[in-house]
């Protein structure tokens, strides 16, 4: 599928499983895209609980053709949460995702963008999880964050986990960190990554179905 952004598009693929009671929408790390192996892997783990799942590009196919180059893109943070909060309020308006609760699920960088974008749509987004964010990078929205948040951070990733610790003080609404023991930053040591989809999954799941 496409989002429009002006004249412009973001490709996305949709997974919906019958009756999902809620859409997960991944916001990916730095010069990531909707190929990412961890993030398709957690999407899968995600369906196969019954969640939908948007696996999207942030960046038009000529931002990545100059991100490539320059880099530059992937940490424009605002654009990028300016993205994620147009694919929610795209989801909210079609008639086949209107009833459904929208998740995030932010990875690094994107973690922040996810942050910001909830921050912006408090009447969209039901529920936040960041796998090995950058909060930190949300600034002053973390102060208007309402959607419930799971912070999962590896447990060998001290300087992510001190920034995680330090999000939390200011935000406002549910938020709790998960620290993985024994996993690095990009959690490629053995299960750690089923891990976090384990406590994704359980924290969307909660979360789309509370009134």
Known sequence: MRVAIGDRFLSGDLARPPHAPGIVVFAHGSGSSRFSPRNQFVAGALQQRGLATLLI??????????????AQ?????????DRVVRIADWLHARE????????LFGASTGGGAALIAAADRPDIIAAVVSRGGRPDLAGPALARVAAPTLLIVGGRDAAVIDMNRDAMTRMPGTVRLEI?????????????LERVAELAGDWFSRHFTQQ
Request: glycine share 6%; net charge negative.
């Open 73 to 81: 893109l992937r940490f424009d943070i605002p654009l990028l949460a």
């Open 57 to 70: 590009d942030l960046l038009t196919p000529d931002e990545e053709a100059v991100d490539n180059q320059t």
């Open 180 to 192: 993985v023991a024994g996993a690095t930053h990009l959690f490629e040591e053995p299960g750690t």
């Open 96 to 103: 086949e995702t209107m009833a459904m609760r929208v998740g």
